[in-house]
């Protein structure tokens, strides 16, 4: 069964500092990778998404993320975080745009 | 384009009462819907899968007769709280899959929070 695995319960960086979030995916065949982002009491918003091709996938909001394949990893960075970057971001697996199973979630804090 | 709505953003209702949730795709055709359950601080669990005009398909642990899901159109799906306690307490996310934006991402709404008292 797929699944996905969130290191990071919470991490707090600098604001201007670079930041990683880590994600790991089990899958038995090529999978659906998306990185969403959740601001306090609001839906998700797509942040980037990775179906094929390029394993350097850019997103919004200044963030990418990348697929190593060998790693099992879906990795999402962005060089410089801004204050307005706080917020809880979900990594996700999907089949066909079915069956999406969720990280736990990382909680960023921006420290100013 | 792509826009997911859902009514209401927040509702408190009483313990034993059943409560509707509208999940609405604004802009395109949703051939599937998808009902999730966030508790504070923890991920999203998805609750069921709905295509237009089947029957919902539910997720292990999940009681369908509790939780009433109707995808009548392409538009609309529903979610209804039956008999709702304190413990259903939570924040429901819907999400829609159609042919905007190509076929492999759901398009989420906003949310809806339910306190029952």
């Known amino acids: 069964a797929q699944s996905v695995t969130q290191p990071d319960i919470h991490i707090t960086v600098s604001e201007g500092a670079s930041l990683e979030l880590r994600c790991n995916y089990s899958?038995?065949?090529?999978?659906?990778l998306f990185w969403y982002v959740q601001s306090p009491g609001q839906g998700l918003q797509l942040l980037l998404k990775?179906?094929?091709?390029?394993?350097l996938v850019q997103g919004i909001k200044g963030f990418e993320a990348e697929f190593k394949r060998s790693q099992s990893s879906f990795n999402l960075r962005k060089p410089s975080v801004h204050w307005s970057d706080a917020a809880e971001y979900f990594c996700?697996?999907?089949?066909?745009?079915?069956?999406?199973?969720f990280g736990a979630g990382t909680r960023l804090t921006v420290k100013p | 384009g792509a826009v997911v709505s859902q009514h209401p953003s927040w509702v408190i209702c009483k313990s034993g009462t059943s409560v509707k949730i509208e999940c609405r795709s604004l802009?395109?055709?949703?051939?599937?819907m998808f009902w999730y359950r966030q508790f504070p601080k923890q991920s999203l669990m998805l609750m069921a899968t709905?295509?237009?005009?089947?029957?919902?398909?539910?997720e292990q642990g999940v009681e369908k007769d509790k939780f009433l899901i109707n995808h009548a159109s392409l538009t609309l799906s529903t979610l209804t709280v039956t008999s709702a306690h304190p413990e259903d307490s939570s924040f429901y996310i819907c999400?829609?899959?159609?042919?905007?934006?190509?076929?492999?991402?759901?398009?989420f709404g906003p949310g809806t929070r339910l306190t029952v008292t």
């Open positions: 999400s829609a899959r159609g042919r905007a934006g190509g076929d492999y991402e759901q398009y």
């Open positions: 899958y038995g065949a090529t999978p659906y």
């Open positions: 990775y179906f094929s091709g390029d394993t």
């Open positions: 996700a697996v999907g089949e066909d745009g079915n069956d999406m199973r």
């Open positions: 802009d395109f055709q949703a051939t599937t």
């Open positions: 709905s295509n237009e005009g089947s029957k919902a398909t539910y």
